[in-house]
């Protein structure tokens, strides 16, 4: 109903009920009769006392109600705390009534021709009564009326429209009081609530919102079959993953979906509401825990600085961006190849950050002439560098485009922010980089020890930071498993027992600034990455988080490893360990010491191979560089040594 019709008829309706609650009160007062007898005669309290009372009472109430906000407030979703406000507005309006009644009852005897206030001790003590009878029935009167509005709403007109699913709430605390009230008046989907799940074992058989606790979580498969659950809402804020794991395990093949609901904190603080009710995610089953920054270190290192990010529109550079910009540097430069990618990073960081100055580029790293004009021009105090070729099957048959890019676009990136004379770089590297058995690997691991021979021999800080896969990011493993399911299958894994490690894209970019600001120039920080998952559980837990059976819905096919790829990765080399550093999510390598000259050398032999031939020699001179590149079946015999006498320098 518009506004303009609405409040006139709200109105009319608190003035119904007002002259109720006050006939009740007379009614009450006088044991529904209507004349009073007594022994000098008999008069009619509705015509003689109701009328001229509710004269009074009427536009009082409804100017208290107007002030005290009652026309305003929701009926259809009204409260306890808007039952409360009616209690208050009421209070106000009898007092104000009965103050009134007080002030002009001398002035009534002209007017009525009698006292209101008969001397008769019965009459009087009857008299006196309406008022207290009078609040309480307008209490009563008008909570019930908002109160049968909103029963009709969330349990009259749902029942009358479609087919209802059948939900299973997991949580009989507040988040689940919340998400079942939720569901009862929510309009655009339908729901019925079968029960609740909680193991304190005082909640068992008790009931909410008339909706019986069933029993324990372990129950929750015999359940879920017993009421034909279609859909499971997880109302636990922050349940730890392995309690979510548990649960999906438990219903693998019974085609139940599965949703989670924001923290009761954030719902108190108005961060989000209870209906963005969301799926649960194959992030919400990893166990990945937040992380805690310290935010002074990292604000020191940016806060007021030119910062640069190359690979800006990609997955961890654009998260890195988002990250950069929350600690207000003087200047964000954006580099990147991929104009689309620049668009659109840049337009949502300038909706974003208004007042942050953004300035955008569309550069290749390998084109040293752009990238020095950029860095001239700009004057970073601060480099992430984040462009990469990353698909390791793809750079398998690309191998002189991954030494490119990896290797020469690092090369570039490094002499411009030497050139510059620019305090820090940061080097975003892979796990895979460790006894690397892909040429991505193996030139993400030339890049780092290319970085850290340059340490020593400039002003400015090189720091490297390794992790594993990142969840979510473009061409992995999520990705492509949500795009098959949606295509109806099947999902295709390499191998059984492939394992790998993950963390989320926000986890990484977080991390990365944080070791950033730890390093001081040539450590190699590695990311906790917690326990290895295998892809083909992965599979599994992702058909059953969309509400489809492995194996039956959706089927699970392997297609064999590909060129380049392990079984598992691995954390750490021959000859190397890590160290804790006062940051608990990072760790430092203590890496092996090498020739930085006998390096320098040989990454210039192997940019001539990728200008000009590539092929086997080009891997044979990566082999001849990283001696624990073991290629699979590539067919090559073991190099000779690596002479340096007839190489050239790289002149940084």
Not at 438 to 448: F, L, Q, Y
Not at 555 to 570: A, M, T, Y
Request: net charge negative.
């Amino acid at each position: 109903m518009p506004t303009h019709y609405r409040t006139p008829a709200i109105v009319a309706v608190h003035a119904v009920l007002v002259t109720l609650a006050l006939l009740a009160a007379f009614l009450l007062a006088y044991n529904f009769a209507w004349i009073i007898r007594r022994a000098d005669g008999s008069y009619s309290w509705f015509t003689d006392l109701f009328l001229p009372l509710l004269v009074l009472a009427l536009p009082l109430k409804l100017l208290v109600f107007a002030w005290t906000g009652q026309y305003r407030s929701s009926w259809r979703y009204v409260s306890l705390r808007d039952l409360f406000d009616v209690i208050s507005a009421s209070l106000v309006a009898s007092f104000a009534f009965l103050l009134s009644y007080f002030i002009l009852e001398n002035g009534w005897d002209s007017l009525f021709g009698h006292r209101l206030i008969d001397d008769a001790p019965l009459v009087r003590l009857r008299q006196s009564s309406v008022f207290l009878l009078d609040w309480s029935a307008t209490i009563v009167f008008v909570c019930a009326a908002k109160v049968v509005v909103r029963f009709y709403y969330e349990d009259i007109q749902p029942s009358r429209e479609g087919e209802l699913t059948r939900v299973l709430i997991v949580g009989a605390g507040d988040a689940g009081e919340a998400v079942a009230r939720e569901l009862r008046r929510t309009k655009r989907q339908r729901y019925h609530c079968v029960g609740f799940l909680d193991d304190h074992v005082a909640q068992l058989g008790g009931r909410i919102h008339n909706v019986e606790i069933l029993g324990r979580t372990d129950r929750i498969r015999e359940l879920c079959g017993q009421h034909d659950v279609e859909e499971v809402m997880i109302a636990i804020p922050h349940a730890p993953a392995k309690a979510i794991r548990r649960l999906v395990e438990q219903c693998e093949g019974m085609g139940v979906r599965f949703r989670t609901i924001p923290a009761v904190a954030d719902l108190i603080e108005g961060h989000v509401q209870v209906s963005q009710i969301r799926d649960v995610d194959i992030t919400d089953l990893l166990g990945r825990e937040p992380v805690e920054l310290d935010q002074e270190r990292i604000g020191e290192q940016l806060r007021g600085r030119r910062v640069v990010v190359t690979g800006a529109g990609g997955s961890i550079g654009s998260e890195m961006c988002r990250q950069i910009a929350a600690f207000s540097p003087r200047r964000l430069m954006l580099v990147e190849q991929a104009e689309n990618s620049l668009f659109e990073i840049d337009r949502e960081l300038r909706a974003r950050y208004p007042s942050l100055d953004i300035a955008p580029f569309v550069a290749d790293i390998v084109d040293r002439p752009r990238l020095l004009e950029i860095f001239r021009e700009q004057r970073p105090s601060v480099v992430f560098h984040a462009a990469a070729h990353k698909h390791v099957p793809l750079m398998e048959i690309n191998p002189t485009e991954a030494v490119k890019n990896n290797v020469l676009g690092t090369v570039c990136v490094a002499e411009c922010a030497i050139a510059v004379e620019a305090d820090k770089m940061v080097m975003i590297s892979t796990d895979k980089a460790v006894n690397p058995t892909s040429v991505m690997g193996c030139s993400k691991r030339v890049a780092e020890m290319y970085v850290q021979c340059l340490t020593a021999r400039h002003s400015t800080q090189f720091v490297t930071v390794r992790f594993g896969n990142v969840l979510g990011s473009s061409g992995s493993v999520v990705p492509i498993f949500r795009e098959q399911i949606a295509r109806g299958g099947p999902l295709t894994v390499t191998h059984p027992d492939m394992k790998r490690y993950f963390m989320t894209i926000p986890e990484a970019a977080q991390l990365v600034l944080q070791a950033g600001a730890m390093g001081k120039g040539g450590e190699i920080y590695l990311l906790h990455m917690g326990e290895p998952v295998r892809i083909v559980d992965l599979a599994r837990d992702m058909i059953t988080l969309s509400g489809l059976r492995p194996g039956v819905d959706v089927d699970i096919v392997f297609s064999g490893v590909r060129p380049g790829e392990k079984l598992f990765e691995e954390l750490s080399a021959d000859g190397e360990h890590v160290c804790p550093t006062s940051h608990p999510k990072i760790g430092i390598w203590k890496h092996r010491e090498q020739d930085g000259e006998s390096v320098l050398l040989g990454i210039q032999r192997l940019m001539d191979l990728a200008a000009t031939e590539g092929g086997k020699q080009l891997i044979l001179e990566l082999r001849r560089l990283v001696p624990e590149y073991s290629p699979e079946g590539a067919g090559i015999d073991d190099p000779p040594e690596l002479s340096v006498t007839n190489m050239a320098s790289t002149g940084v």
